[in-house]
């Protein structure tokens, strides 16, 4: 499935070499489950999904559902996701319909975190809102009355929408996308609105 060689799965998994994988293969050898237990990660990080009745398939991994028991908790592992996907390459996280004047201590902790790894913010945010907690320079108002309550994020590869109780403020689920072409139109419709919108007076 991923067209790799003897060679280039032993260059994939460290802690095999090219001999053990090829006495495996031909039956000579029975291998520890260590050995395939490492064998089988190096396959699951190339994107392969083993199944229970002995099958192999290409992880189906364009969409994540996060859901939580409280709102902050799902917000919580939406910033692990953001840290975790961009810590290696730095970037820039952009949000929409984003409100920071209900942020509790542990999500201004955790995007401190992020930013302390050198990731950069931009946010659109609410006609008039001055309540943000970084340089102004960070911040675009969207046009008056076309700020919604279900926040957006782009990150690398990525695209997370807040899905809200109905009739209601209360975080639902945050899904996330994580494909390439889906994250660059949304980067784009991002940039168009900034690009249009008037920065905020602190």
């Known amino acids: 499935m ?12 460290e802690a095999v ?13 029975n291998s520890t489950p ?4 490492a064998l089988q990660s190096t396959f699951e990080d190339a994107g392969l999904e083993f199944l229970p009745q002995k099958g192999v ?22 910033l692990d996701d953001i840290f975790y996907t961009m810590k290696d390459t730095g970037g820039e996280v952009l ?10 201590q542990p999500v201004i902790d955790r995007e401190k975190m992020i930013r302390d790894n050198g990731i950069r913010y931009r946010s659109l945010i609410r006609y008039g809102d001055t309540d943000f907690q970084h340089e102004a320079a960070e911040y675009r108002w969207l046009p008056e009355g076309q700020f919604l309550a279900n926040l957006t994020a782009v990150y690398g590869d990525k695209f997370a929408t807040v899905v809200n109780k ?11 996308i994580n494909n390439y072409s889906i994250a660059e139109m949304k980067r784009k419709e991002f940039d168009i609105i900034w690009d249009f919108s008037e920065q905020p007076k602190a």
């Open 17 to 29: 070499s090219e001999p053990t994988i090829k006495l495996i293969e031909t039956g000579k050898i």
């Open 57 to 78: 398939r290409f992880r189906d991994d364009l969409v994540t559902v996060l859901e939580g028991r409280t709102d902050e908790n799902t917000f919580l592992r939406l």
């Open 166 to 176: 109905p009739h209601s403020n209360e975080v639902e689920k945050i899904i996330i």
């Open 2 to 13: 991923l067209d790799w060689s003897q060679k280039v799965l032993a260059q994939q998994c």
């Open 95 to 104: 949000w929409s319909f984003a409100d920071e004047s209900t942020s509790p």
């Open 34 to 37: 260590e050995t395939l237990g």
